[in-house]
């Protein structure tokens, strides 16, 4: 299967940050739209981010927006979420999604169930 693997979460203080890596085996991760999602325990799951593979164009959730930035080095077949003034309603479990036939970024985002691949996840926490 397709392979997807978060790494970069842990326990920052709130204000700080944390770079999430979403890295790629055996396929090219230029060639698909690219999200970050986060869910907590019995809470619906939420898009955060997303980068097309066409044109770069980016999605962003209101929540997000000025403090999470999206982007790829195809180099690395990486995507990264660069998280700043982290604060602690952003704790939850990070997963990244991937689909090469996606190529409306915010609807990957408001649609979940639109991403084909998933990872395993990463947790964030940020506490005092």
């Known amino acids: 299967q397709f392979q997807l693997v978060e790494s970069g979460g842990g326990l920052v203080q709130p204000g700080g940050s944390l770079r999430l890596s979403c890295a790629a085996s055996?396929?090219?991760?230029?060639?698909?739209?690219i999200g970050w999602f986060r869910q907590a325990p019995g809470k619906e799951r939420e898009g955060v981010s997303c980068?097309?593979?066409?044109?770069?164009?980016?999605y962003y959730a209101d929540s997000v927006k000025g403090r999470f930035t999206i982007s790829r080095d195809n180099a690395k077949n990486t995507v990264y979420l660069q998280m700043n003034s982290l604060k602690p309603e952003d704790t939850d479990d990070y997963y990244c999604?991937?689909?090469?036939?996606?190529?409306?970024?915010?609807?990957?985002?408001?649609?979940?169930?639109?991403?084909?691949?998933w990872g395993q996840g990463t947790q964030v926490t940020v506490a005092s």
């Open positions: 055996e396929f090219t991760l230029a060639y698909y739209a």
């Open positions: 999604a991937a689909d090469r036939f996606i190529n409306k970024v915010q609807a990957m985002c408001v649609i979940s169930l639109l991403s084909r691949y």
């Open positions: 980068i097309s593979s066409s044109d770069g164009s980016t």
